[in-house]
């Protein structure tokens, strides 16, 4: 998957920022500006990690796990819980989600420019190189999407 995909999803999940307090519990524990706000700080934070990671320490340990769900192409549901640092505050600000917008697009925007082997480390998947992160962020994001849009149904 491209940039260009990925530039897609995120302005997709910015067309629902005006959706923010949605809730259906019955789909989701969480609101759409949760789901919004989880997808913008991992991106970010993924493109972080990629900014600062030492390329000449990236070691290819790809799991099993993650290349089925790469190949598959999405990621199930409800079998993962976000790590805390791209879990979203008790009160989520709608201009704290346009302001995470304006950053995502921003870093993703570097990754092109990084070496291939800037990598961040994934607590399922292991390493994820520069090549990879693309199709990562592109299935996370729209993994979140599919949950916003079920949600306002």
Request: proline share 5%; net charge positive.
């Amino acid at each position: 998957m491209s940039l260009k995909t990925l530039d897609t999803a995120i302005n997709n999940l910015e067309s629902y920022i005006n959706k923010d307090t949605a809730l259906n519990p019955k789909i989701s524990k969480a609101t759409v500006g949760w789901h919004i706000d989880h997808s913008l700080k991992v991106i970010n934070s993924v493109c972080l990690s990629l900014q600062k990671s030492e390329p000449n320490t990236f070691k290819n340990n790809f799991s099993v796990l993650g290349k089925v769900f790469f190949t598959l192409g999405f990621f199930p549901r409800g079998k993962a819980k976000a790590p805390k640092y791209v879990r979203p505050p008790e009160v989520i600000l709608k201009e704290d989600l346009l302001q995470q917008m304006q950053l995502a697009k921003t870093n993703i925007k570097t990754l092109s420019n990084l070496d291939k082997d800037a990598y961040f480390k994934h607590p399922f998947f292991g390493n994820i190189n520069q090549k990879r992160v693309p199709k990562f962020l592109t299935l996370h994001t729209k993994h979140h999407l599919k949950i916003i849009k079920e949600i306002l149904q």
